[in-house]
């Protein structure tokens, strides 16, 4: 493993938790009500030990990563900025390594056994990639009625949606309307 895998990892789960709570339309859909197994899906991205999870410690954090994020799409890297040093100073965000009995040494940003250290590692990870060129790999998924944020892993940089069902929705679409 190289020593910044982690760091994506949780970037992947910053974006993750930032649309479940701050995505008002996903994959042609109302957004449900964020649940404990939402919040632990989000975490599974990131480590293997997922215990139990109060939805509502994780609601103002995810609320908040999206507001960041989803300005990045439209270029305010500034209002971004803002946003992720009020979280990463409210959740006293710290570089601190930990381990399990045995394990090898870890490097969190907070504790990874409360919610506001999960905030803190995502503020974290969101940090690092407002301070580099890949900026620009944050997009907003294009299909209608998709508030999904996603981190485009194309190397020309050509993904246009958030997933296979809302590409394949918009396809369709776009054939019935030809077709009408
Ligand atoms: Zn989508």
Known sequence: MEATDHLKASLGAAVGLANVFGA????????AEPDADDV????????DRVGEVDVAEYAS??????DALERL?????DG????INDLLRATKAAPQLTR??????????????AATGWI????????????????HRLRRCEATRCDDLFLDSTRNRT????????QNRTKVAAHRARSA
């Open 24 to 31: 008002g339309w996903r994959q042609g859909k109302p957004a």
């Open 40 to 47: 632990r899906d989000v975490l599974r991205l990131t480590t």
């Open 61 to 66: 954090g995810g609320t908040q990563l999206y």
């Open 73 to 77: 799409p439209d270029g305010d890297v």
């Open 80 to 83: 971004a900025v803002a946003l």
């Open 100 to 113: 399990r009995e045995g394990a090898p040494w870890h490097l969190h940003f907070g504790s990874p056994d």
């Open 120 to 135: 803190a590692e995502f503020a974290t990870a969101t940090a690092m990639l407002l301070g580099s060129d890949e900026i």
């Open 159 to 166: 993904q246009r949606f958030c997933s296979t069902a809302c």
